[in-house]
């Protein structure tokens, strides 16, 4: 994994933190359209972040299996 493809999963992590922190802030204020709303996108969010880890670590396998395939 490149520091290119680690800053864009730090930048999925904080937007994960700060949508479920804006869930919780409106589930006190009693506004329960945006509070299901944010955390639909917090949800949404935090689903692209798994699919981005296991597809670089896919490629990161395939990558290294490639590799070695060279080499023999």
């Known amino acids: 994994m490149?520091?290119?493809?680690?800053?864009?999963?730090?930048?999925y992590c904080v937007l994960i933190c700060?949508?479920?922190?804006?869930?919780?802030?409106?589930y006190f204020?009693?506004?329960?359209?945006c509070t299901i709303c944010w955390i639909v996108i917090g949800g949404r969010n935090?689903?692209?972040l798994v699919r981005r880890i296991k597809n670089s670590?896919?490629?990161d396998y395939e990558?290294?299996?490639d590799n070695h395939a060279?080499?023999?």
């Open 2 to 11: 490149n520091n290119k493809e680690l800053l864009k999963i730090v930048g």
């Open 18 to 26: 700060l949508s479920f922190f804006v869930a919780t802030r409106y």
């Open 29 to 33: 204020e009693d506004n329960k359209i």
């Open 46 to 48: 935090l689903y692209d």
């Open 57 to 59: 670590k896919k490629e």
């Open 63 to 65: 990558r290294n299996s």
């Open 70 to 72: 060279d080499k023999q």
